[in-house]
T-cell receptor, first 114, second 112 residues
Framework: AQSVTQPDIHITVSEGASLELRCNYS??????LFWYVQSPGQGLQLLLK??????LVQGIKGFEAEFKRSQSSFNLRKPSVHWSDAAEYFC????????????FGTGTKLQVIP | SQTIHQWPATLVQPVGSPLSLECTVE??????LYWYRQAAGRGLQLLFY??????ISSEVPQNLSASRPQDRQFILSSKKLLLSDSGFYLC???????????FGQGTRLTVV
C-alpha cells in the first residue's frame, strides 16, 4: 500500500531564509506526487504536482519540488520565505487509478519569524 | 472557471442531533467528488468519494453517510452525531482531465 511520511511536524524559519520541507513516499511504481498548502481554517490549495517528465517541478508562490526516485523523496523548497508562507503543508501520493487513491501525509506546520 | 462551495463554515451541534453538510461544484460536469475529515496531526482521511450520481464509495466505517442527488452536489449526513464526529470536513472535486483535486473551504464541526 502506498504511504507518505512527512517527518517534520513543525518547522520554524526566519523570513528571508530558505526552506525545505521533507516528504518521503512509498509506492511500487512511478507515483503521482502533490504538495498542497493550507492556511488556518481554510481548504487546501495545490502548490505543485509531479507525475512524469522533468524531476524538478515549479509551482505557485515561488515553490519548487524535486522528485528523487532513488530516495523516494519529493521535498518542497523555496529560496526565500515570506511571512505569508506560514501555513500547513501536505505532501500526497497517488497513482493513475484516480484521485480517490491519493494518500496524504500528516502535514508540516510552518512558522515564519521576522 | 470551476468553483466549489461548501457550507456552513462552522457548525456546533449537540450529541445525538442530525447533520447535513452540503457541497456544490460549478463550472464542470460529472466531477469526482470527495469528503475528507481532517484531525490535528493526522492529515486528511478520505471518508467518501463519488464518481457519479447515486454512486457512493465509503472508505472507512463510521457514523456518517454521503449522498449525491445531483451531478454537482455532494452531501455529508448523520442521523445522530457523536462527540468523535467533531473535526474539520473538506469537500473536494477532481476531473476534467486533471490529476489533482480542488478543495472547498471546509466546515469546522464541533459536537457538544
Amino acid at each position: 500500500a502506498q504511504s507518505v511520511t512527512q517527518p517534520d511536524i513543525h518547522i520554524t524559519v526566519s523570513e528571508g531564509a530558505s526552506l525545505e520541507l521533507r516528504c518521503n513516499y512509498s509506492y511500487g511504481a512511478t507515483p503521482y506526487l502533490f504538495w498542497y498548502v493550507q492556511s488556518p481554517g481554510q481548504g487546501l490549495q495545490l502548490l505543485l504536482k509531479y507525475f512524469s517528465g522533468d524531476t524538478l517541478v515549479q509551482g505557485i508562490k515561488g515553490f519548487e519540488a524535486e522528485f528523487k526516485r532513488s530516495q523516494s523523496s519529493f521535498n518542497l523548497r523555496k529560496p526565500s520565505v515570506h511571512w505569508s508562507d506560514a501555513a500547513e503543508y501536505f505532501c500526497a501520493v497517488g497513482n493513475s487509478g484516480g484521485y480517490q487513491k491519493v494518500t496524504f501525509g500528516t502535514g508540516t506546520k510552518l512558522q515564519v519569524i521576522p | 472557471s470551476q468553483t466549489i462551495h461548501q457550507w456552513p463554515a462552522t457548525l456546533v451541534q449537540p450529541v445525538g442531533s442530525p447533520l447535513s453538510l452540503e457541497c456544490t461544484v460549478e463550472g464542470t460536469s460529472n466531477p469526482n467528488l470527495y469528503w475528507y475529515r481532517q484531525a490535528a496531526g493526522r492529515g486528511l482521511q478520505l471518508l467518501f468519494y463519488s464518481v457519479g450520481i447515486g454512486q457512493i464509495s465509503s472508505e472507512v466505517p463510521q457514523n456518517l453517510s454521503a449522498s449525491r442527488p445531483q451531478d454537482r452536489q455532494f452531501i455529508l449526513s448523520s442521523k445522530k452525531l457523536l462527540l468523535s464526529d467533531s473535526g474539520f470536513y473538506l469537500c473536494a472535486w477532481s476531473g476534467g482531465g486533471r490529476t489533482e483535486a480542488f478543495f472547498g473551504q471546509g466546515t469546522r464541526l464541533t459536537v457538544v
